[in-house]
C-alpha cells in the first residue's frame, strides 16, 4: 500500500439524469408553471489504487461507486423534482416568482429541487483531495417552437413569435446546469465552459434568452421589477468555474479538501478520511434556462485527484 500511495489517484463520477416534464409549454423558470421529476438516473465512480471511496459515511469502502448506488441515495434523500432556482454560494437556495404581478424570491426546500450526495473519501497518507475535471452535456438537443411573443436568444438572434415561420429554439439542458462541490470550508461552483454548445457562461446578458422570454410574456410593472432582482443578483451570485479550464495546463487543480490529519481505523488500518458534498440544479438565472429543458438528458462527469497542496493561480 507504501508503494501505491505515492502514485496519482484518481476518483471519477458520471452522473446521467433523464428529467421528464409534465406538460409541453414553453415558459421561461420565472413563471414556474410546471415541475419536473427525475425519471432515471445512472451513474459511477471510480476510484484509483490507493484511494477509496463511499456515498456518505457508511458502508463498504470500494473502488466503484455503481449507479444503483447513486441512486439508492438520492432516493433516501429529499428531493422531489428539479425545478430552475438559483444560489449565492452553491449550498443554499432560492427561487424567483410572479405572484399577482409582483416579483418576489421564496427559500427552496433543503435538499428538494436540486440533486445532493456526500462522497466521502480516505487513504492511507495525508494529503488533499482537488477537482480535477468537470464535464457537462446534453444526450441530445431539445427543439421547440415560441408560443408567445419575438423575443432574443441567449446568442442574442431574434426568435419569431406564434405568427411567424422562424420562431424555432434549439437549446441543451447543459447550458443551464450547474454543479458545486463543497468540502470543509470552500465551495467550487461549476458551470459548462463558453462556446461548448453555443453555451454562454454566467447569467448572460438582461436582453437576452430566457430574460427577453420573461419579459416578452409580462408588462412594463413586472418587467421593471425584474430589472431590479437581475441586477441584485448580478451583485450577489458567486464566481463559477468553467468546466474546460479546471484541469488545464494553465491552471492547477482546484483544491476542494484536506484529507483529516488524524486517523481512523478500518479493520487494521489506518486511513485519513474526508467528505464533500456534491449539488447539482438548473440555475434560474442563466439565460438558456427554459421549462422546455426538462424532458431532456442531463449528463455530468466530476474527476477528483489526490495530491498535496497547490496554490490558487
Given at each position: 500500500?507504501?508503494?501505491?500511495?505515492k502514485?496519482?489517484?484518481i476518483?471519477v463520477?458520471?452522473l446521467?439524469?433523464?428529467?421528464?416534464?409534465?406538460a409541453a409549454?414553453?415558459?421561461a423558470?420565472?413563471?414556474?408553471?410546471?415541475?419536473?421529476?427525475?425519471?432515471?438516473?445512472?451513474g459511477?465512480?471510480?476510484?484509483?489504487?490507493?484511494?477509496e471511496?463511499r456515498?456518505g459515511e457508511?458502508?463498504?469502502?470500494?473502488?466503484f461507486?455503481?449507479d444503483?448506488?447513486?441512486?439508492?441515495?438520492?432516493?433516501?434523500s429529499?428531493f422531489?423534482?428539479?425545478?430552475?432556482?438559483?444560489?449565492?454560494?452553491?449550498?443554499?437556495?432560492?427561487?424567483?416568482?410572479?405572484?399577482?404581478n409582483?416579483?418576489?424570491?421564496?427559500?427552496?426546500?433543503?435538499?428538494?429541487?436540486?440533486i445532493?450526495?456526500q462522497?466521502?473519501?480516505?487513504?492511507?497518507t495525508g494529503?488533499?483531495?482537488?477537482?480535477?475535471?468537470?464535464t457537462?452535456?446534453?444526450?441530445?438537443?431539445?427543439a421547440w417552437l415560441?408560443?408567445?411573443?419575438?423575443?432574443?436568444?441567449?446568442?442574442?438572434q431574434?426568435?419569431?413569435?406564434?405568427?411567424?415561420?422562424?420562431r424555432?429554439?434549439?437549446?441543451y439542458?447543459?447550458?443551464?446546469?450547474?454543479?458545486s462541490?463543497?468540502?470543509?470550508t470552500?465551495?467550487?461552483?461549476?458551470?459548462?465552459?463558453?462556446?461548448?454548445?453555443s453555451?454562454v457562461i454566467?447569467m448572460?446578458?438582461?436582453?437576452?434568452?430566457?430574460?427577453?422570454?420573461?419579459?416578452?410574456?409580462?408588462?412594463?410593472?413586472?418587467?421593471?421589477?425584474?430589472?431590479a432582482?437581475?441586477?441584485a443578483?448580478a451583485l450577489?451570485?458567486?464566481?463559477?468555474?468553467q468546466a474546460?479550464?479546471?484541469n488545464?495546463?494553465?491552471?492547477?487543480?482546484?483544491?476542494?479538501?484536506t484529507?483529516?490529519?488524524?486517523?481512523?481505523?478500518?479493520g487494521e488500518?489506518q486511513?485519513?478520511?474526508?467528505?464533500?458534498?456534491?449539488?447539482?440544479?438548473?440555475?434560474?438565472?442563466?439565460?438558456?434556462?427554459y421549462?422546455?429543458?426538462f424532458?431532456?438528458?442531463?449528463?455530468?462527469?466530476?474527476?477528483?485527484?489526490k495530491?498535496?497542496d497547490?496554490?490558487?493561480d
Amino acid at each position: 500500500m507504501s508503494t501505491l500511495s505515492k502514485k496519482l489517484f484518481i476518483s471519477v463520477l458520471t452522473l446521467i439524469v433523464t428529467v421528464g416534464a409534465f406538460a409541453a409549454t414553453t415558459f421561461a423558470w420565472f413563471t414556474l408553471g410546471n415541475t419536473a421529476t427525475v425519471g432515471k438516473f445512472e451513474g459511477s465512480a471510480t476510484a484509483g489504487e490507493g484511494l477509496e471511496v463511499r456515498i456518505g459515511e457508511s458502508g463498504a469502502w470500494t473502488n466503484f461507486i455503481s449507479d444503483t448506488q447513486i441512486q439508492g441515495a438520492i432516493n433516501t434523500s429529499s428531493f422531489k423534482n428539479f425545478s430552475a432556482i438559483t444560489s449565492k454560494d452553491g449550498k443554499t437556495f432560492t427561487k424567483l416568482l410572479v405572484e399577482n404581478n409582483v416579483v418576489t424570491t421564496k427559500p427552496v426546500e433543503d435538499k428538494t429541487d436540486y440533486i445532493e450526495f456526500q462522497l466521502q473519501f480516505r487513504s492511507v497518507t495525508g494529503g488533499s483531495v482537488h477537482l480535477s475535471g468537470v464535464t457537462f452535456a446534453s444526450a441530445a438537443a431539445s427543439a421547440w417552437l415560441n408560443d408567445g411573443n419575438p423575443f432574443n436568444d441567449a446568442l442574442k438572434q431574434p426568435i419569431g413569435g406564434v405568427d411567424s415561420t422562424d420562431r424555432t429554439v434549439v437549446e441543451y439542458i447543459s447550458n443551464a446546469a450547474r454543479l458545486s462541490v463543497t468540502g470543509e470550508t470552500d465551495t467550487v461552483i461549476v458551470e459548462q465552459t463558453a462556446g461548448t454548445n453555443s453555451n454562454v457562461i454566467g447569467m448572460g446578458e438582461i436582453s437576452f434568452g430566457a430574460h427577453s422570454f420573461f419579459k416578452s410574456r409580462f408588462d412594463s410593472t413586472v418587467g421593471s421589477q425584474y430589472d431590479a432582482a437581475y441586477a441584485a443578483a448580478a451583485l450577489n451570485l458567486s464566481t463559477t468555474l468553467q468546466a474546460g479550464n479546471i484541469n488545464s495546463t494553465t491552471r492547477p487543480e482546484t483544491k476542494v479538501a484536506t484529507l483529516s490529519t488524524g486517523t481512523t481505523k478500518f479493520g487494521e488500518t489506518q486511513y485519513h478520511t474526508v467528505t464533500v458534498t456534491v449539488r447539482v440544479w438548473l440555475e434560474g438565472w442563466d439565460a438558456n434556462t427554459y421549462n422546455a429543458l426538462f424532458n431532456m438528458v442531463l449528463q455530468t462527469s466530476l474527476a477528483f485527484k489526490k495530491g498535496v497542496d497547490i496554490p490558487s493561480d
